[in-house]
């Protein structure tokens, strides 16, 4: 695997390996959780993003960017663009599924991203040191052999769930359908 970005990862890391339980390639993956702004369904306004598991510990993902996404006229919000590509990264990390939290994220924008753009973002682990991920990302303008607009690269930190369930809102956790086994399983896929 090689990183989308140099000198990445920035110390010596061993290799990623690919969760067996996690999806097969070409898995379409669901949303984790109805209400985040990435990949929800229920956020006004939100990503939307739809992702596929790719080979290795890697995922494929795209969003159409809308007039609710400015931040210039008829562009892109560069602070929407690096949500997305922390959405995205997560995602390669649950290829993993060890539950991990964004501790560092660095997005280069390489171009401008219009409104109407289908933004196609490629992301991978591109290894693992102790209970830090590192992860890189590359984006493309409307399809996987577009123009290059931006990449990115991210460290991850491994928690256990209880991070989610102490930290998060337990009420909006205790609403979730799922019984607990399915509710850990799921944050520790997508956290």
Known sequence: MVSFVRNWPPVETEPPVR??????PGTKLGQHYSRCFGCGDEQPGGLRLSATAGEGV???AEFEVTEAHEGAPGLAHGGLLACA?????GGANAMLRLPAVTGHLQTDFRRPVPVGTRLHITAQVDGVAGRKIYSSAAGRLNGPDGQLALHARALFVIVDVSHFTTHGNREQIAKLS???AARDEQLDFNP
């Open 178 to 180: 799922w019984d607990q």
């Open 19 to 24: 969760h067996p339980d996690a999806p097969a």
């Open 58 to 60: 890697s995922l494929v």
């Open 85 to 89: 590509f922390d959405e995205a990264l």
